[in-house]
């Protein structure tokens, strides 16, 4: 089984900047998916960028250009740098693992969840 912790959340001013972590271990491969979610009050999970073994990166455009993944492997350790902060990135933010299924990450396919680090903007 594989566990992941998430880090790093806070309180930042809008156009502000944040890193977060994820810590992963336990049954590790190099085949396997880390992304991140993110879930506001009221709202459902989403998606926000994930990255495969061989470190290609996926990112949903609402993030793009302002969300950057990151991957250590050796450490297995996951980074969120989220700049130009936004109120409405306001949420908890969750990391996750999965399995590659033929070679790619697949957002329905995460199986591994960490409890969240919350994130606040204030405007």
């Known amino acids: 089984e594989v566990q992941v912790k998430e880090s790093g959340g806070g309180s930042v001013q809008a156009g502000g900047s944040l890193r977060l972590s994820c810590v992963a271990s336990?049954?590790?491969?190099?085949?396997?998916?880390m992304g991140w979610f993110r879930q506001a009050p009221g709202k459902e999970r989403v998606g926000l960028a994930h990255?495969?073994?061989?470190?290609?990166?996926n990112y949903e455009d609402f993030v793009k250009g302002r969300f950057t993944i990151t991957k250590d492997s050796a450490t297995n350790t996951l980074y969120l740098q989220m700049n130009r902060l936004q109120p409405e990135d306001t949420s908890m933010y969750y990391c996750?693992?999965?399995?590659?299924?033929?070679?790619?990450?697949?957002?329905?396919?995460?199986?591994?969840w960490g409890r969240g680090t919350q994130v606040t903007v204030a405007s």
């Open positions: 996750a693992a999965a399995w590659e299924v033929a070679g790619a990450c697949e957002w329905d396919n995460f199986a591994y």
């Open positions: 336990g049954s590790m491969y190099s085949t396997y998916c």
């Open positions: 990255i495969d073994g061989s470190g290609n990166i």
